[in-house]
């Protein structure tokens, strides 16, 4: 990722630190895809541009995104193979700012002064929101484990909370510690597949997944035309993480870097590009999304983006895609017109990755 020019201001948000550390992980799976600009239509509707403030863009993307990704975690929690309660936020922390930034970010979220990690977006219809959780509130503890993180890493804390959920039970009731209140907040939340999310306010063109955590980023704000053809963007990621790609291609020995592109290791890679399309369907379907907006979104992206990496060996190219998720969609269809309750056949009998 290119570090953001001086004049944005914003080069210690969650973007050149998030790419560093994503970089430095092995096996980091990445996508042509990230219509995540696309919710900086939150903050204003009437265009499709990236706002000029890359600080609104980022606050209207998260407030975009967190109910979008809230439906499509809870709505498939009858079969995904690892759940975590869903409270409906996204994390922030100060610790991602420079001090003047965090000046300026701090009143725009409606953070307190509190060295914690903030609520940076909620759903609005969510568990979090519902128990009198704010936009803003530092949170302190879950399940009355300090969030400190590990030294003072920008995303340490952020990281700690969300391990904290993934090794909650998803059935009891949830726990949290906010700094503007005397008490702890006690409420149950959802079951949903467990994935931690992020929005970047980079301009890139993509999205990553690394097997626990989720990066959007804003570059492609222009191809999402609604909320729907944005879920298929999420959707994709979260099935990335769910499918294990990034530990399947660990254990597969794939190559990285240039040696991707060729042979066993394209190949494979591919392989995990097409099960992530293919279980996007699903995951749209259940989360009451309608799973033809996949085609749509591959469609519209592809005649206004359909080279890059969309001509590389390890992504199909977006004709192949619409066909993809087409035929999956019908096959859905077909499965759960004979038994209401079927569940992906990748979940219920992943192919090996060979």
Known sequence: MHDSKAAIGLETMAMTKAWTMMAAAAAVTACALTPLAAAAVAAAPASRQASADPLATLIGMERRVAPIIARLMQG???WCPQLMPTPGWLLGDPRQYRAAV???ARPAYGASG???PFIAALDPGGAA???????GDAV????GVTLSGDGDAPYARMAQAHALLVAAD???PLTITLARLDTPLTFAAPAGCASEFRVEASEQVRARADGTLVLLYAGMLRFSDDD???ATVIAHELAHNILRHRARLNAADIQRGLAQNFGRNARLTRLTEIEADRLSVWLMADAGIDPA???RFWTNFGKRHGGGIFAAPTHPRWKERVKLVTAEAETMRQLRAADPNAIPPLVSNPPPLE
Do not use: H
Not at 129 to 135: E, L, S
Not at 140 to 143: H, Q
């Open 76 to 78: 498939s929690a009858r």
């Open 102 to 104: 965090w000046n300026r």
């Open 114 to 116: 509190v060295d914690a």
């Open 129 to 135: 929101a519902a128990a009198g959780v704010m936009p």
């Open 140 to 143: 302190t503890a879950i399940n």
């Open 170 to 172: 998803p059935r009891a």
């Open 228 to 230: 729907d053809e944005l």
């Open 293 to 295: 907006a996949a085609a």
